[in-house]
């Protein structure tokens, strides 16, 4: 079954602004430590000329294009607009191919298993239940000893929301709060629970700015 709002958070809509509004670093709090994050991802992925990636939301391959190279990479995502703007910016990885699909649904089907799965800014479009089959999902997928390394809208715990939406609101950013209230941003510590209750041993957490944060998580070799 596909995830409940794929087809809201479908960005085919925002396809050709996407690019530019990601560079609002400064003054969005969403998009702050934007590039730092994405770029911490990849650095962490521990990648090889010879690893098979799965990336899950590649959007316009803002995050692909930092991958120097790799043996093959697998993109998912619901939108195909996203997908045409960031093509051209992906030649360079020769065994790159892409699948429309939802990010939940796709990881049980007939990809194969990778070295390293990893994904930025999606997973926050998934219901906090559909966090948890996902991370399962994602083991389910890597070989032993691989890596899954996520960059994402995240609140430290629970109690955190109140206070971050009411931060917001009271200083005038209706925007940011409203995102903080109708999408589903990652809670820290729920989220490595459920990683850790997967069997990912170590989870390890790291934070680029008030709502940017990068968990990485490996897979045991036996
Ligand atoms: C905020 S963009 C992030 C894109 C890119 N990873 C980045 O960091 O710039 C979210 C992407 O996820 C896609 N998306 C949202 N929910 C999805 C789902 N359930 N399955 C597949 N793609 C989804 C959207 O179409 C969009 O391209």
């Known amino acids: 079954m596909r995830s409940l709002h794929v ?31 994405l770029q911490w991802v990849v650095d ?7 690893s098979r990636v799965l990336e899950l939301g590649s959007g316009t391959g803002n995050l692909t294009r930092k991958i120097e190279a790799c043996g093959e990479i697998v993109c998912v995502d619901i939108s195909t607009e996203m997908e045409q703007v960031g093509r051209p910016k992906l030649s360079h990885l020769e065994n790159r191919s892409f699948i429309v699909d939802d990010i939940l649904e796709v990881l049980i089907k007939d990809i194969g298993f990778f070295d390293t799965v990893i994904s930025t800014y999606t997973a926050h479009h998934l219901v906090e239940g559909e966090k948890k089959l996902f991370f399962k999902r994602i083991w389910n997928r890597l070989r032993p ?57 170590p ?10 944060y990068g968990i990485k998580a490996k897979k045991p070799a036996s």
């Not at 962490?44 to 010879?50: C, D, F, Q, T």
């Not at 510590?189 to 990683?195: I, N, R």
């Not at 989870?203 to 940017?212: A, P």
Request: net charge negative; glycine share 6%; hydrophobic share 35%.
């Open 7 to 37: 087809d809201e958070f479908n960005h085919d809509d925002c396809a050709n602004e996407y690019d530019e509004d990601v560079k609002n670093e400064k003054k969005d709090p969403i998009r702050a430590g934007y590039e730092a994050t």
């Open 44 to 50: 962490n992925a521990n990648l090889s000329k010879e």
């Open 145 to 201: 000893g691989g890596l899954a390394v996520f960059g994402d809208l995240m609140l430290d715990t629970e109690a955190s929301k109140k206070i971050k939406i009411d931060y917001y609101r009271n200083n005038g950013d209706e925007k940011t709060a409203i995102a903080i209230e109708e999408e589903f941003f990652w809670i820290v510590d729920k989220s490595v629970l459920e990683m850790e209750k997967a069997g990912f041993d």
């Open 203 to 212: 989870v390890d957490v790291k934070r680029f700015s008030d709502l940017s």
